[in-house]
């Protein structure tokens, strides 16, 4: 550089030549983006198991992963470049009728079909253009926005199956047709243009007398469903509906001639591939993997999405679609399945009979509740009729101890589930069954799973589940108690399950079992080490979250204001044959609750057991007025056991550490339960607790009790800080005055 002058700062370049420059760019990525000649590379793309076939495909993809980085560079920074080199590319590669008759025509590759139409889906990814992006005009009628893009798309849609005269008006018209464009059908293509298709959604909702059709009927026919590879035709069951659920109000038009065109391969996609998928290394990959979520798991592949877009189709709510239509297509469809569920089980096929549960579930997805129980309840008979043969042949599989009847139920549980958000009530005459077939083993991993799909009853349905709490609840509650019987230990430590107990009355030999076992059983790190091995079986594990389940379970009664169920026919909403069924259970739950609350050894069990307790007493504890117990005898075992024994002493001994977070949120909701308790049963209970309780049994004096009953009434904002302070005190206080007091000590 001569004159001693620097060079820096931005150099000037010609409009013109970096014009030029960027549309070179574009259109290199266009073009070098396209997969090998088949020669050169020595494999055929349309075989898609052969696993040199995934080689090439994943190196051609890698490629192109850098090359689209670069092209959306240019888009974004001249975008009518960008536009213009794809738009060049699309006039080359899929010509005209009339060039594709005259003599000087040269027929394009597929790879250069399947590269410019990549283009134009990676042209839509973020757009801000109303093909792909609703509102992005901040337009109101979407037929008014100016959409590139979507012109764009709709000039693709146009050559894509030769141009057609006139409008479209039936999928026989918009057929396939090879002879004008015979890389549509391709395995590599068919999909790409697919994947456009769902992309520029919008574009059709625009103009769907142009569009609608011939993107319906490439999803529906051989480029599509139908396709011959199983990849390709599982991917275009999944786009397909992805499509269907926004573009349904546009289909009802001709939706009976698109539901007539499904009906083959809606037979079709329960039945399980015959192929085996090729063998992926790290260098592989597989372009039309499947989606995730239900169909991702063992024995379900992307065919099974179908029924879904089905089931968005048949659930419309458009008046233009007749009620006998809309119900004779479901009516048939559902048959269909049940019947094909009935001949699965028969032939002991459990690999069909799990695929055709999830594709009755799969249709329910596009009905409302509204719709299927309120303008036209009949479709939601047809949805849940077929609750009753999965439940058949679940029960058939368990008796036949097949290996598969684990997949059976999981299938029976989601579509019994689905039922419950689509057709609400009507699926109760289903739930007792189900839960009495998941629970027929007795194991402990199907009774929580009873419990659970219990409790997401309760909190969908409240008290209109009563008659179900009752029927299956006394049953649930016995074969928990059996369940849990061989890995009870007279302290719990052995497993870390106390179980269930039967009675209130066994209440004290329980507890008095506890502290006898801690006393002469002391722990040492030897025997720690013991039981933490035994502990750590898959077999302990299950059963102490069985017995943690079964406390959710109360709570969740408790919650959802199902628990007068158990009042013994002083609740609202009791209707039993046998009244001695319901005081079992009763006494079993609060015994249960109460052995939990002050004995067991996890800080979170007592925790979740006082909060049960805290619900139950919200209804069973006499309101201001009453003159009768909601339920006779409750309040004197809340101020016997309850308060006594699971809030004051326990908390008071030291079991409870309230510097511990798990210790400090027990203690809190045993705090809570008092100061209910005190609201509920007056002056007398206070008078009890203080004099009775606290200065008697535990022995402070009457200052620090009245100050530890003021801490627990108090209503300031402070509240908790101070109580747990107030306890901390007594703690000390108790511990100095009772030396030899017992403690049973919990850990998080």
Sequence with gaps: VGGGQAVGGPVCVNPETARGAL????????????????????????????????????????????????????????????????????VAALPTTTETLSGSYKKPTWQAVEAVVAAVHLLGE??????????????????DMVSPLGELFEFVVHRWNGET??????????????DLNPSATHRLVAPVF?????????????????????????????????????????RACYLFSKIV?????????????????????????????QITPPPTT??????????????????????????????????????????????????????????????????????????????????????????????????????????????????????????????????????????VQGVGERAFAYAAPLIDRIAKN??????????????????????????????VTPGLTEQTFQALQPFCSPDGRLHGVLGLVRSIADVPNVLATVDKALATNPATPDTEKEQQALRNTEDSREARELEVMYVAHVHALAANNLINCLAGGQGKTVNIESQHTVNQTRETVLATLATTASAHQSATSRKAAMQAFLKIAQYWFPTVGQTTEPVPGFSQFASEVIVSECCCACVLRGDLDVRDAAGAAAVGECLAFQRLAIERLGTQFANQL??????????LDPSLANEYIAAVTSTAQTTHRDARAVVARCQKVVQGARPGLLKRPCKR
């Design 23 to 90: 549309s070179a760019i574009a259109q290199a990525c266009v073009s070098r983006g396209a997969f090998p000649d088949e020669r050169r590379a020595g494999v055929d793309f349309n075989s898609g198991q052969d696993p040199r076939v995934k080689e090439a495909e994943a190196e051609t993809q890698e490629c192109r992963r850098d090359l689209g980085v670069l092209f959306r560079a240019v888009a974004r920074v001249a975008p009518p470049i960008a536009l213009d080199a794809v738009r060049s590319a699309l």
């Design 126 to 143: 973020g757009a801000n253009d109303p093909a792909v992006k609703p509102g992005s005009d901040g337009l109101t009628n979407v037929t």
């Design 165 to 178: 005269q006139g409008q479209i008006t039936s999928l026989e018209q918009a057929a396939c047709r090879p």
């Design 194 to 234: 697919l994947e456009t298709c769902a992309r520029y959604h919008l574009a059709v909702a625009r103009n769907p007398d142009k569009l609608l059709l011939p993107i319906l009927a490439a999803f529906l026919d051989q480029r599509g469903a139908r396709h011959p590879d199983p990849e390709v035709a599982a």
């Design 245 to 273: 659920k926004p573009l349904r109000q546009q289909i009802v038009y001709c939706l009976p001639d698109i539901l007539r065109a499904m009906e083959e391969i809606v037979v079709g996609s329960v039945e399980p591939l």
């Design 282 to 419: 790290s260098n592989t990959q597989t372009l039309n993997k499947g989606t995730g979520g239900a169909m991702a798991t063992v024995g379900n592949d992307d065919r099974l999405y179908v029924y879904e877009a089905l089931g968005y189709l048949l659930g419309t709510e458009d008046i233009k679609l007749p009620e006998e239509t809309q119900v004779e297509f479901t009516e048939g469809f559902c048959l269909g399945l049940r019947q094909r569920l009935e001949r699965a089980t028969h032939e002991n096929d459990a690999s069909t009979a799990a695929r055709v549960i999830v594709a009755m579930a799969n249709i329910a997805k596009g009905f409302s509740v509204r719709l299927a129980t309120e303008i036209r309840p009949r479709l939601g008979e047809a949805l849940v009729a077929g609750l009753q043969q999965a439940t058949s042949s679940l029960s058939h599989f368990d008796s036949q101890n097949d290996p598969s009847a684990h997949l059976i139920r999981q299938r029976t549980v989601a579509y019994f589930q689905r039922m």
């Design 442 to 471: 007795g194991s402990k991993k199907d009774l929580k799973e009873c419990f659970v799909l219990c409790n997401q009853l309760a909190a969908t349905f409240k008290e209109k589940l009563a008659p179900f709490v009752l029927q």
């Design 690 to 699: 203080r004099d009775g309780v606290l200065v008697n049994s535990l022995g």
